[in-house]
C-alpha cells in the first residue's frame, strides 16, 4: 500500500514536470532527469526492502553502511543484481565504492576484480547459488555456469566497467575497462580483460570514490571522482553496436585466488540511476493496475509531448489533476490509520510523563516528611538510598555492563533491606515480587547489555511500585501515629 503509494507519486514527480516543461518555452535540464528508487541505494540502507529488489549471493550482504561485496577473503565471488530490467537506455548510474586491502598492491591477486554491469539477461534468474555452494569449491562452481568474467557471465550481451588490480599487460597497477559483448563469444579474465585500453586510476584505500556512467544509445562515457578529483575513464562510441533498453543493472566480484596473496574487501555506499529519457519510464511500476499503467504509458508517449493548443495542455493537466486526486483519496485511509496510532502513542508518553511525575513527587514527599524523620532516621536513610540509586543506575546503564552488574547487586541488596523492615511490619508479597524483578534484570544486564533502555524502565516502574508501598506504608504509620 504505502510502496504503491510511493510510486504513484514518484509517477506524478514524474509527470507533472513534463506539463510545466511543454507549458514553458524552454526544456529545462533538470526537469529531464528522473530518480529511478528501485534501482539506487544510499546509506543507511534498510535491507529488508532493498531485498525486494536486489538480489545478492555468494559473499555479498546489505548491511546498514554499505552493500559488501566481498571481504578480503581469497575465492569468494560478490553478487549483487536487480531483479527488474531498467526500461531505458539513456540513464546515468553513479556509485559510491570502498576497495580496502594491502598498500602494496602486488600482493592482491592478478585475477580480483569487481564489476558494472548492464545486461539483456535477468542475471538473478539465471545464476544457481545451489548449484555453486554443493561444487568443490566456488572457483569450480562458477565456472560449472559460466560465471568466469570476475563473478559474472563470460557470455553476455551488454556492457560493463571492469575494476582489476592488474593491467592488460599484468603489471600490478588499479585499472579500469570497458567491456562489452554481444553474446557470441566468450570473454575470459586474463586475456579480454583487463582491456588493453584500460585506464589506470588509483582508486584503492581511498576516502571517497564515485564512479560515474553515463550511458546513452549510441554513446557510453565514465569519469571517476577519486577524493575530489574527476577523471574521465572511457568515452565509447556505440553507433555500430547501440545500447538497448530493458537490460538490469547489477554488481559482481571476485576476490581472486593466489597462494600468498592478500585480497582487498569491496564494497559499495551508494547506487544512483536516473533516467533521462523523458518518453520512457525507466522502471516497472510495481503495484500499479494494467490500466494505470497504460495510463501512465500514455501519458509519456511521445502524442503528448507537444501541445498543440491551450485545449491539449489543459487536458493534460486535468489528466494529471485527476491522477493527484486519486493518489490522495488512496493515501487517505493509509494516513488516518497512521494519525490514530500516533495519537495513541502520544497519549501512552503523557502518561508516561505523568507517572514519573507523580513519582518523583512522592519519592521528594516520603523524604522530606518530618513525621517520618521523627520516628527515627531508618527509613528517611533508606529513602535517600534508593534515590541515590537510581539517580547513579541512570548513569550507570549507559556504561559497561559490568559496572551495572555491581551497582544493580547494590539496589537488590537494599531493597532486601527494604523487604525485610517492611516484611517485619507486615508480610509483603509485593516486595519479594520486585526482589525477584531486579534478580531477573540483573541477569539480562549480563545477557544483554544494550538493552538499557528497557531496564531503565523496568527499573522505573519498580520503583513507582516501591513508592507507592512506601506511600502506603506511611498513611498506615500515620493512622497508627493519630490513633
Ligand atoms: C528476474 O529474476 C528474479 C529472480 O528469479 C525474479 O524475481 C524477477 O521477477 C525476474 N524479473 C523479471 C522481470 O522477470
Ligand atoms: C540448481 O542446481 C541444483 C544442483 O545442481 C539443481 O538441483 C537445481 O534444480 C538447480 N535450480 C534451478 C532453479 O535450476
Not at 168 to 173: I, L, S, V, Y
Not at 218 to 244: H, M, N, W, Y
Request: glycine content about 6%; aromatic content about 8%.
Amino acid at each position: 500500500m504505502a510502496r504503491r503509494s510511493a510510486l504513484a507519486l514518484a509517477w506524478i514527480c514524474l509527470a507533472l514536470p513534463r506539463c510545466i516543461r511543454a507549458a514553458g518555452k524552454h526544456a529545462h535540464k533538470e526537469y529531464q532527469q528522473v530518480a529511478l528508487p528501485h534501482h539506487s541505494f544510499s546509506i543507511p540502507l534498510e535491507y529488508s526492502s532493498l531485498l525486494g529488489d536486489w538480489m545478492l549471493s555468494g559473499a555479498s550482504i546489505f548491511e546498514r553502511q554499505r552493500l559488501l561485496l566481498h571481504p578480503g577473503v581469497l575465492e569468494r565471488q560478490g553478487f549483487a543484481w536487480t531483479k527488474r530490467p531498467l526500461q531505458t537506455n539513456n540513464f546515468e548510474v553513479k556509485f559510491g565504492f570502498r576497495v580496502s586491502g594491502s598498500a602494496d598492491i602486488s600482493k592482491a591477486p592478478q585475477d580480483q576484480s569487481f564489476s558494472f554491469w548492464f545486461v539483456r539477461e535477468n542475471v538473478s534468474d539465471h545464476f544457481n547459488e545451489t548449484r555453486m555452494i554443493r561444487a568443490p569449491s566456488w572457483t569450480e562452481g562458477l565456472k560449472e555456469q559460466g560465471y568466469t568474467l570476475g563473478g559474472s557471465q563470460a557470455l553476455f550481451e551488454g556492457v560493463g566497467a571492469v575494476f582489476s588490480t592488474v593491467t592488460a599487460d599484468k603489471k600490478p597497477n588499479a585499472a579500469i575497462s570497458f567491456v562489452s559483448n554481444d553474446k557470441h563469444q566468450s570473454l575470459s579474465y586474463g586475456v579480454d580483460v583487463p582491456a588493453a585500453s584500460a585506464k589506470v586510476i588509483d582508486f584503492r584505500n581511498k576516502k571517497e570514490v564515485e564512479f560515474n556512467l553515463r550511458v546513452q544509445p549510441t554513446l557510453v562515457q565514465a569519469s571517476i571522482t577519486v577524493d575530489g578529483t574527476t577523471q574521465e575513464c572511457f568515452s565509447v562510441d556505440r553507433k555500430g553496436f547501440p545500447v538497448k533498453a530493458g537490460g538490469y543493472i547489477g554488481f559482481t566480484a571476485w576476490s581472486g585466488a593466489g597462494e600468498g596473496k592478500v585480497p582487498d574487501s569491496v564494497s559499495l555506499t551508494k547506487v544512483e540511476v536516473v533516467n533521462f529519457d523523458d518518453e520512457a519510464i525507466g522502471e516497472d511500476v510495481v503495484g500499479a493496475s494494467a490500466a494505470e499503467i497504460s495510463e501512465y504509458t500514455a501519458m509519456m508517449s511521445s502524442d503528448s509531448r507537444h501541445f498543440q493548443d491551450q485545449k491539449s495542455q489543459t487536458d493534460h493537466l486535468a489528466r494529471v489533476t485527476k491522477m493527484l486526486s486519486s493518489h490522495l483519496n488512496e493515501v487517505k485511509p493509509a494516513y488516518d490509520v497512521m494519525a490514530f496510532q500516533m495519537s495513541g502513542m502520544m497519549d501512552s508518553l503523557h502518561k508516561l510523563d505523568r507517572d514519573c511525575r507523580i513519582l518523583s513527587k512522592e519519592l521528594r514527599l516520603l523524604a522530606s516528611d518530618p513525621k517520618a524523620r521523627k520516628r527515627g532516621p531508618k527509613r528517611p536513610s533508606n529513602l535517600q538510598e534508593l534515590k541515590g540509586h537510581v539517580v547513579g543506575l541512570r548513569r550507570l546503564l549507559d556504561k559497561e555492563a559490568s559496572a551495572h552488574m555491581h551497582k544493580l547487586e547494590a539496589v537488590q541488596k537494599n531493597l532486601n533491606d527494604v523487604k525485610q523492615q517492611t516484611d517485619k511490619a507486615s508480610g509483603s508479597s509485593m516486595l519479594g515480587r520486585i526482589v525477584d524483578q531486579t534478580r531477573t534484570l540483573e541477569q539480562s544486564v549480563v545477557a544483554k547489555s544494550s538493552q538499557s533502555t528497557w531496564m531503565l524502565f523496568i527499573l522505573v516502574v519498580s520503583v513507582v511500585v516501591i513508592g507507592a508501598l512506601m506511600w502506603n506504608r506511611m498513611q498506615y504509620y500515620e493512622r497508627k501515629h493519630f490513633i
